[in-house]
């Protein structure tokens, strides 16, 4: 998923943890259902590879830690 022009970082954990809740409310009582995601922000001075890339380290990370859960990697140095 890609959001443009976000001005502040809680929506970002927001929206995160919304997707999280939406997709344990999916589970049918027998079957896990779980996510790991990666979330990268930056401003727009870098690419979309580096974007995506720090988006997929995000999400191996939280793998690495069992999963069900998101991660962010900041490629920026300014505070949103």
Request: hydrophobic residues 40%; aromatic residues 8%; charged residues 25%.
């Given at each position: 998923?890609?959001?443009?022009?976000?001005?502040?970082?809680?929506y970002?954990?927001?929206?995160?943890?919304?997707?999280?809740?939406?997709?344990?409310k999916?589970q049918?009582?027998?079957?896990?259902?779980?996510?790991?995601?990666?979330?990268?922000?930056?401003?727009?001075?870098?690419?979309?590879?580096?974007?995506?890339?720090?988006?997929?380290d995000?999400?191996?990370?939280?793998?690495?830690?069992?999963?069900?859960d998101?991660?962010?990697?900041?490629?920026?140095?300014?505070?949103?």
């Amino acid at each position: 998923i890609l959001i443009r022009n976000v001005l502040a970082l809680d929506y970002l954990h927001e929206s995160a943890v919304n997707l999280l809740n939406s997709i344990r409310k999916l589970q049918n009582g027998t079957d896990d259902i779980s996510a790991s995601i990666g979330v990268s922000v930056t401003d727009s001075s870098t690419t979309y590879e580096k974007l995506f890339k720090a988006a997929d380290d995000a999400m191996y990370e939280v793998k690495k830690r069992g999963g069900n859960d998101y991660a962010m990697h900041k490629l920026f140095t300014e505070t949103m």
